[in-house]
Every structure is written in structure tokens, then in C-alpha cells.
């Protein structure tokens, strides 16, 4: 009995446990390029970047969550890279384009935390807090714009291996016109004239005159009349 009833306990602990582990949420990761969050504002001064500012400059804080895990971030507030980078936030058809110069410890991973004079293009003040805030960093699309340029190079250097394939064509295109004159002198009459090859390798061929023609006609024909006598 008392094994059962351990077991049964063993049992029902372990199924406790695998629902725990299967209910857990998987993290995701953390999207730098802006996000969608709440708006608020407060009273501004000195910075976590350092400055000091008034309510009247369009500066925001981001939460402590994005602010201190952002990319290159270090234990120096003063120090980190997003400060100083320009990002627009977006809420019911209106819009405010805002530098990063502060941290906000209250505020969730995309939340924005502005200047009055800031808060105000977006909503009105009395309003106090506002929902659905979509925001992204200015430069978030220079990626972009780079790519582009690689793919504009990219198609230059085709360009030019085009250009190069036609000159290819065009020196073979002489080296055959070079073959058919060859071609021509060789088919050129033997005993009418007589070919020469200069210094720099071109043969030319050159008419023999009727008298020397026939001075060598009739040094043949007497060879070849000896020649049958001796037969004989």
C-alpha cells in the first residue's frame, strides 16, 4: 500500500514538472531596430548620455531594458552607442522625430518616455500615457540602400567583361582576314611569278618578266631532252 502510494506521488510530481517545462515561454530575440510600446513624458535635465537638456528639446529615453542591452553597450551609461541616434515615433496618423539622450528605468522594452514638447506632438498632455506607439530608428534602413550600391558595381563589372569578350572577337575577326590573304598568294600562279618572304615574315609575290619565263621553259626542255637521250 504504502508503495503504491509513493509511486503514485513519483507520478503525479513528474507530471507537475514536464508541465512546467513545456508552459515555459521560448525568448525571442531582441529587435534593435525599434519596436511598439507605450508614450509617456517627464521632466528632463541631466541625461544618462551625459547631457543636459530642457523640456522643450525633442529628446527621448528608452527603456533600461533596450538601453543597457543595446549592441556595444558598457557599464558607462555615458558611453553607449544609442545615444545620439535619431529615430521618429509614430501614434494615430501623427509624428515626432526625437534623438536618443536618456534611459528609463520604469518604462517596458519598447517604450518611450518623451519631453513635454515631444509628448505633445503625438498626444495631449492630459492624456498622460499612450498605447500602440510604433517607432524605428532613422537609419535602420541603410542596409538597404548599400546593397544597392553593390548590386550597381556588380552590374559595371559585367559591363566591362562584355566590352572585353568583344575585343576578343575583333582580334580574331583580323587573325581570319590575315589567313584568307595568306590563302590568296599561295593560290597564285607558280611559273608567272615568283614569291619572297621579307624580313618581318609577310610573303609577297612578285610577276616575272615573258623573257626570263621562257630562258626557264627552255632550260627545262633541254634538261628534260638530255635526260631522255641518256634513257635511250
Given at each position: 500500500?504504502?508503495?503504491?502510494?509513493?509511486?503514485?506521488?513519483?507520478?503525479?510530481l513528474m507530471l507537475c514538472?514536464?508541465?512546467?517545462?513545456?508552459?515555459?515561454?521560448?525568448?525571442?530575440?531582441?529587435?534593435?531596430?525599434?519596436?511598439?510600446?507605450?508614450?509617456?513624458?517627464?521632466?528632463?535635465?541631466?541625461?544618462?548620455?551625459?547631457?543636459?537638456?530642457?523640456?522643450?528639446?525633442?529628446?527621448?529615453?528608452?527603456?533600461?531594458?533596450?538601453?543597457?542591452?543595446?549592441?556595444?553597450?558598457?557599464?558607462?551609461?555615458?558611453?553607449?552607442?544609442?545615444?545620439?541616434?535619431?529615430?521618429?515615433?509614430?501614434?494615430?496618423g501623427k509624428s515626432v522625430?526625437?534623438?536618443?539622450?536618456?534611459?528609463?528605468?520604469?518604462?517596458?522594452?519598447?517604450?518611450?518616455?518623451?519631453?513635454?514638447?515631444?509628448?505633445?506632438?503625438?498626444?495631449?498632455?492630459?492624456?498622460?500615457?499612450?498605447?500602440?506607439?510604433?517607432?524605428?530608428?532613422?537609419?535602420?534602413?541603410?542596409?538597404?540602400?548599400?546593397?544597392?550600391?553593390?548590386?550597381?558595381?556588380?552590374?559595371?563589372?559585367?559591363?566591362?567583361?562584355?566590352?572585353?569578350?568583344t575585343s576578343t572577337q575583333?582580334?580574331?575577326?583580323?587573325?581570319?582576314?590575315?589567313?584568307?590573304?595568306?590563302?590568296?598568294?599561295?593560290?597564285?600562279?607558280?611559273?608567272?611569278?615568283?614569291?619572297?618572304?621579307?624580313?618581318?615574315?609577310?610573303?609577297?609575290?612578285?610577276?616575272?618578266?615573258?623573257?626570263?619565263?621562257?630562258?626557264?621553259?627552255?632550260?627545262?626542255?633541254?634538261?628534260?631532252?638530255?635526260?631522255?637521250?641518256?634513257?635511250?
Open positions: 500500500m504504502l508503495l503504491n502510494m509513493v509511486y503514485l506521488f513519483t507520478s503525479v514538472l514536464s508541465t512546467l517545462v513545456i508552459s515555459r515561454p521560448i525568448p525571442r530575440a531582441t529587435d534593435y531596430s525599434g519596436g511598439t510600446g507605450q508614450g509617456t513624458y517627464y521632466d528632463t535635465g541631466l541625461t544618462s548620455c551625459g547631457q543636459t537638456y530642457t523640456d522643450s528639446d525633442l529628446i527621448v529615453a528608452l527603456s533600461h531594458l533596450f538601453y543597457d542591452s543595446y549592441p556595444g553597450a558598457t557599464a558607462n551609461p555615458n558611453n553607449n552607442p544609442v545615444c545620439g541616434k535619431k529615430l521618429t515615433a509614430h501614434y494615430q522625430s526625437v534623438t536618443v539622450a536618456d534611459r528609463c528605468t520604469g518604462c517596458a522594452m519598447y517604450d518611450l518616455d518623451f519631453t513635454p514638447t515631444a509628448f505633445q506632438a503625438l498626444a495631449d498632455m492630459s492624456v498622460g500615457r499612450i498605447s500602440g506607439v510604433t517607432w524605428a530608428f532613422d537609419d535602420s534602413t541603410s542596409g538597404t540602400s548599400s546593397g544597392n550600391d553593390t548590386a550597381s558595381d556588380s552590374t559595371s563589372d559585367t559591363s566591362s567583361s562584355d566590352t572585353t569578350s575583333t582580334s580574331d575577326s583580323n587573325s581570319s582576314s590575315g589567313d584568307t590573304t595568306s590563302t590568296d598568294s599561295d593560290s597564285s600562279s607558280i611559273a608567272n611569278s615568283t614569291t619572297t618572304t621579307t624580313s618581318s615574315g609577310v610573303a609577297t609575290t612578285t610577276p616575272v618578266s615573258d623573257t626570263a619565263f621562257k630562258a626557264k621553259l627552255n632550260k627545262r626542255q633541254l634538261a628534260w631532252a638530255r635526260d631522255v637521250d641518256l634513257a635511250i
